[in-house]
T-cell receptor, first 114, second 114 residues
Framework: DGGITQSPKYLFRKEGQNVTLSCEQNLNHDAMYWYRQDPGQGLRLIYYSQIVNDFQKGDIAEGYSVSREKKESFPLTVTSAQKNPTAFYLC?????????????FGPGTRLTVL | AQSVTQLGSHVSVSEGALVLLRCNYSSSVPPYLFWYVQYPNQGLQLLLKYTTGATLVKGINGFEAEFKKSETSFHLTKPSAHMSDAAEYFCAVSDIQGAQKLVFGQGTRLTINP
């Protein structure tokens, strides 16, 4: 069954803790993306990767880190430096990095800081 | 820089009525435009996209959108609303830089009244 898997679906974190969100895909897509969604603000790009072992900052990368060691996986770490991490996090993939390529989205992880 | 404005954060229509969700964009290059739909606590699903060619684009679930360059618009329509159309809708434009970076509007929540 092809698709994008994000885990966990819900995540609770205490202030000051780092937490890692998982994103796995079996679509054989080259490009992967992380977005943050806040109510009334649409989606904002955190990081993206076009190939393994390479990634670029998006518009709101401060307080986040990523790795791309395998084509299938693009985990996002929310560090303690992120001042307001409570949000809905969405991972997406596209076949290549072209401007016309469709991005496919995972089901999301809702992170709540207690 | 690219930008997207969705007019109306909340739209309410009766079942069977016309659905019209407005999207205006700003782009320094020929735009590539997308409409996505999001159901509660889920990821985004592509409804339709415009790249080149025919300016009237048909998508899934009976939706269509028309690219109007002179008005910098890409409004989404559906002739007859169904209860299952209740969701949040996002318009996006493809950024000009490198990878396929999407710039999203703030979203429009569509409510269907029985």
């Amino acid at each position: 069954d092809g698709g994008i898997t994000q885990s966990p679906k819900y995540l609770f974190r205490k202030e000051g803790q780092n937490v890692t969100l998982s994103c796995e895909q079996n679509l054989n897509h080259d490009a992967m993306y992380w977005y943050r969604q806040d109510p009334g603000q649409g989606l904002r790009l955190i990081y993206y990767s076009q190939i393994v072992n390479d990634f670029q900052k998006g518009d709101i990368a401060e307080g986040y880190s990523v790795s791309r060691e395998k084509k299938e996986s693009f985990p996002l770490t929310v560090t303690s430096a992120q001042k307001n991490p409570t949000a809905f996090y969405l991972c997406a993939t596209s076949a290549g990095g072209g401007r016309t390529d469709t991005q496919y989205f995972g089901p999301g992880t809702r992170l709540t800081v207690l | 820089a690219q930008s997207v404005t969705q007019l109306g954060s909340h739209v309410s229509v009766s079942e069977g009525a016309l659905v019209l969700l407005r999207c205006n964009y700003s782009s320094s290059v020929p735009p590539y435009l997308f409409w996505y739909v999001q159901y509660p606590n889920q990821g985004l699903q592509l409804l339709l996209k415009y790249t080149t060619g025919a300016t009237l684009v048909k998508g899934i679930n009976g939706f269509e959108a028309e690219f109007k360059k002179s008005e910098t618009s890409f409004h989404l329509t559906k002739p007859s609303a169904h209860m299952s159309d209740a969701a949040e809708y996002f318009c996006a434009v493809s950024d000009i830089q490198g990878a396929q970076k999407l710039v999203f509007g703030q979203g429009t929540r569509l409510t269907i009244n029985p």
